[in-house]
């Protein structure tokens, strides 16, 4: 059954009552229970990785863990290692980043960089594949949010597009993130936090109406506008649809989605670490750096939880990641070093460690969030990771810019029918694209037929991943 | 003028033979003949106080005798800024404010990249809800009657264009829900209501149908012409002007650019849109290593490109000089720091004006931002700098290096060499030999410039040698730039990047009919800024749209 069909089925016999929806979710997830939601979830996190910290010893069902991929042990029985994976970066342009953050989640070849940013910042040709599934899948459908984007860093080298964004509504139309919990709170939650029913429902129904000009205006402008510019008013019309969707939904109340009160606005750091230096800098981020993703993935478990959104793509930092992190560089750890800079220097010793050290890091927190995905309990007794697909990707392969043997992990459980506790490779036979892992993953959410990139961009879905 | 590019032209012929392939592009194109005007009498119109505007006949679509609009009839999207910029327009200054609005020194220069989606609808509705929350307008209304008045005024200036009776009516609708709480909230949610809408995010570009052209009408001029100057929507003289139609006439729309020229904040605005076209935000993207260059501090950069924004507004609107003179000046503002990377004294107050060496500095291009921009962060850019020197006189664009030659370019930028070496390495190889012959050439000349943009004769106790760039046709940086600044290129480059950014048509060449059109043979060296903005804004290819299917 159509989880939000039998919400939506439920609410209306309690028509009329002032209750909440997500406390509506458990009544009627008690009254029928429905099935919960099948979800997708994109964690990304920069600079790819260090090779002989990453591969588990072995292949198959038979393998041991790596250093870095240690402390997802907790996780091991939900957990696909991919190998022989390379982005589909032939004949495309852009720098290695730029042109991997782009890649990953499009998969279809770049033509054109945005004009300064360093001139290595390549434009997308088209949706993402987070878009895409949200597009085509009922089964990732009918929340109020369509999608979310999230993002724990702002920093680039330039003002570039391309390391910032991994979500694209289509070609050139990044998907922005949020970068401050409180946005995403206050996305989520609108003014629910300090209101009436009554004044939300006042509110929501003011805001429609701003909408609904919006709707008018488009109409009498496409009567006006040449062929060429419709395109632009389909998807104008698209986005104020889906806004207004969010203007449908019930209301959540923050707190029965197990968040107790809006996050605070934590100030960043603005400094970008140059090239050639040490790459020692005087603040250490990691702390606040850490702050922002625990609420962020805080936001996203209760955005789950009440089935705010099914979709969901999380980045860490973009590609060039400033972010500087203490305790980790082995000489001294008194001193704070940044993080993608650090990369570009020679391949000592203390590189590749504190390399590795940061990939832990960031193994670390996403393992304690999953771990949290994994204890909380759904409508049916099924725990949340159960029913949600997290690749666990980055845009390069390591430091050296390259878009071969990417190290992606999968996560998942029963609900998404996910062939964990292996590590996958495609048999000696070479390396296959990203799009036919994509692919693979189109299956989980109802699509058997989906296609990713230009033919020759994928071959076909990955088989071995899902049961 | 005829003898000025004579003797530049005979410099090209000394390296002509350097183009090749792919690259093959003029240093200075050849000049087409001058367009024939339409043969019909223009029409003259009689405006509403009596008096009359000149209204020229279209170019007719398909003769190929005269210049046809290059771009087609559209709705235009209103950049970021834009948006912020028309948004204040409407509110107030401070209607909106936040770290993360964007920020004029980091405008693109092309739109091109800005596409439709929800995230860039949810933005600007979030917008309009914020600065009409935090800053309702000013009306005095209490009842529907008074609001619906206020409500046309300001829609239509929204808008940018006359309102009509269906708009409104469609517009009382969002009121009247919202004054259920108070009149005052219910002009707030219409305000709201009308600055997220596709109305106040598009600008129309679409006219009607003339002589198989299409004519932009007044209001749609007026817009084009303030977008093109400030960023923002037309100002109250300027709605006045497409209300009674005189902006139909070129004559008025050259007053009206002369007028706007003269406010401060749209010559800032112009300054910043030469900055964007020549890519100076990237300064704030440079980086140096700090144990090579220690003062290279955020500070710094701020000066630098301080210092650039206010010599070019000395050169174009305190002084109204030539547009060349951007090139030749060697009068600058420098702060305590930037004295020291020039070799000057302190001045007594910061960004005081100074004259510098002129036997090392020449204008925008000896400019520290610039060359430190143009600069890796341990050491210049030859390729970087050649590309910039081709980019401000319009030359042809040099396609990318083939990706098969991405590892040899990545182990020749690791290799132990110097800029000069590394060039040599280039012109040796014939796979990157043909496009770096007009690229390194004009990077090697800025070698006397080290990557802080300070002057140098050495490096590592080797003495800089930038005669040999060109066969040794220029003493040096300064005498190529001379040069350059005698030539036409530069202000057919400048008068270009007026009418792309204008147009935003990003294709647009100085060769092209339309730019040739507008100058009107105009001497480009003497061009000063506001004649040649009144040239570009009044010219045909503003007024004119090609029919679009």
Known sequence: MNYQHSRRSFLAGVAGTALWGSLLNKLEAQAEGAAPPKRFLVIQRPVGTVYENWWPKGTGTNFTLSRIITPFAPLQSRMIVMRDLKLPFDGSVGGGHERGSVLLLTGQRTKQLYPG???????????????????????????????????????????????????????????????????????????????????????????????????????????VAPTASRESLEAYEAAVRELERELDAETNDPSQCGVTGEPPSISTSSFVDPYSSSHVVSQRDDLKHEQICKLHFALIKAAFKCDITRTVTFQFSPGTNHVSFGDLWPPNPQLFKVHHTTSHDPDTADTLEFLTRVEIWYAQRVSTFLQELAAEKESNGSAMLDNTLVPYVTEVGARYHNWDNMPFLLFGGPGVKIKGNQVWTNGGKGLRSTNDMWMACASVYGLPNFTLGDNDQHTSAITGLFG | ??????????????????????????????????????????????????????????????????????????????????????????????????????????????????????????????????????????????????????????????????????????????????????????????????????????????????????????????????????????????????????????????????????????????????????????????????????????????????????????????????????????????????????????????????????????????????????????????????????????????????????????????????????????????????????????????????????????????????????????????????QVAEADDFGHCVATRVLSYALQDDALAPKDCQVKEALDGADPTALEMDDLMQRMLSSPSIAYRKEAP
């Open chain 1, 117 to 223: 940013n360093g001139g290595d910042d390549p434009m997308a040709a088209g949706p993402s594949v987070d878009q895409l599934f949200v597009r085509q899948s009922p089964a990732l459908q009918g929340t109020a949010i369509a999608s979310l984007q999230l993002s724990c860093d702002n920093r680039a080298d330039t003002p570039e597009v391309s390391t910032r964004n991994i979500s694209y509504s289509g070609a050139k139309a990044p998907m922005k993130p949020y970068y401050q919990p409180k946005d995403v709170y206050q996305r989520m939650f609108g003014e629910m936090a300090s209101t009436t029913a009554a004044a939300v429902a006042k509110a929501r129904a003011e805001q429609k109406s701003v909408l609904d000009f919006a709707l008018r205006d488009l109409n009498r402008l496409r009567k």
């Open chain 2, 1 to 482: 003028m005829v003898r000025k590019r004579a003797l530049f032209l005979g410099r090209r012929e000394a390296f002509a033979l350097l183009f090749l392939g792919a690259c093959q592009g003029g240093f200075v194109d050849a000049i087409q003949p001058p367009l024939q005007a339409g043969d019909s009498p223009d029409d003259v119109i009689v405006l509403p106080d009596g008096g009359t505007a000149v209204v020229p006949k279209p170019p007719t679509a398909g003769d190929k005798s005269v210049c046809a609009p290059r771009v087609e009839s559209r709705l235009a999207l209103l950049s970021d800024l834009q948006q912020l910029t028309a948004l204040r327009a409407m509110l107030g200054e401070d209607a909106l404010t936040g770290d993360d609005l964007p920020q004029a020194q980091l405008k693109p220069f092309m739109q091109k990249g800005t596409v439709v989606n929800t995230s860039l609808v949810h933005t600007r509705n979030e917008w309009a809800r914020m600065a009409s929350e935090g800053k309702p307008p000013q009306h005095g209304c209490s009842d529907a009657g008074c609001a619906e008045k206020f409500l046309r005024t300001f829609t239509a200036r929204a808008f940018r264009r006359p309102v009509d009776d269906e708009e409104i009516k469609d517009l009382m609708e969002v009121y009247t829900l919202a004054a259920q709480v108070s009149p005052a909230h219910g002009v707030q949610r219409a305000v709201e209501a009308v600055l997220a809408a596709p109305s106040f995010a598009f600008r129309r570009e679409i006219g009607s149908s003339k002589d198989g052209v299409r004519a932009l009408d007044a209001y749609e001029l007026a817009s084009v012409l303030s977008f093109a100057v400030s960023d923002g929507p037309p100002d109250d003289e300027l709605w006045a002007a497409a209300a009674d139609g005189s902006l139909l006439d070129p004559a008025e729309r050259k007053q009206q650019v002369t007028r706007l020229l003269a406010q401060e904040s749209v010559r800032e605005t112009v300054t910043g849109t030469l900055l964007a076209a020549w890519g100076l935000g990237n300064l704030f993207g440079a980086a140096k290593d700090p144990t090579l260059f220690p003062s290279f501090t955020p500070q710094l950069m701020a000066s630098m490109y301080h210092e650039t924004e206010m010599m070019v507004s000395d050169v174009l609107w305190t002084r109204g000089a030539p547009v060349s003179e951007l090139l030749s000046t060697n009068r600058s503002f420098v702060d305590a720091p930037l004295a020291a990377l020039y070799g000057l004294p302190a001045p007594k107050a910061a960004f005081s004006p100074v004259e510098l060496p002129a036997t090392q500095r020449s204008g925008l291009l000896t400019q520290a931002s610039v060359l430190a921009m143009l600069s890796r962060s341990d050491t210049t850019s030859v390729v970087a700098r050649g590309l910039f020197v081709r980019g401000l006189l319009c030359m042809a664009k040099t396609p990318s290096p083939p990706e098969s030659l991405t590892d040899a370019i990545s182990d020749l930028l690791k290799q132990d060499l110097s800029e000069r070496e590394r060039a040599a390495v280039r012109a040796q190889n014939p796979t990157c030999g043909g496009c770096h012959a007009g690229i390194d050439p004009y990077g090697l000349l800025l070698e006397s410039y080290d990557p802080l943009g300070r002057y140098r004769t050495s490096k590592d106790d080797e003495p800089i040698e930038v005669k040999g760039a060109f066969a040794g046709t220029y003493e040096g940086a300064t005498d190529f730039i001379a």
